[in-house]
């Protein structure tokens, strides 16, 4: 978000003025994983199957191959 700050010069605005790097990870981890639960809560309540990809830095072949795994599984 900071480099999409930097190079495209788009105001993000989600963190306070004076958030230091440990309080962005922190809230960016929170909101990850409450929408996690959101998510998979509602695949629970309409009965789907779901998934949570995990795409790391320089991992980026792992996630498309577990999301063709996963969509192999369900079609």
């Given at each position: 978000?900071?480099?999409?700050?930097?190079?495209?010069?788009?105001?993000?605005?989600?963190?306070?003025?004076?958030?230091?790097?440990?309080?962005?990870?922190?809230?960016?981890?929170?909101?990850?994983?409450?929408?996690?639960?959101?998510?998979?809560?509602?695949?629970?309540?309409?009965?789907?199957?779901?998934?949570i990809?995990?795409?790391?830095?320089?991992?980026?072949?792992?996630?498309?191959?577990?999301?063709?795994?996963?969509?192999?599984?369900?079609?």
């Amino acid at each position: 978000m900071e480099a999409d700050e930097k190079k495209l010069l788009r105001r993000r605005n989600i963190f306070t003025t004076n958030a230091s790097r440990k309080q962005k990870i922190k809230l960016i981890r929170n909101f990850s994983m409450k929408s996690e639960h959101v998510f998979r809560k509602c695949a629970r309540k309409y009965n789907k199957p779901s998934k949570i990809l995990m795409n790391k830095k320089g991992h980026a072949i792992e996630a498309a191959k577990g999301l063709n795994n996963f969509l192999e599984l369900i079609s």
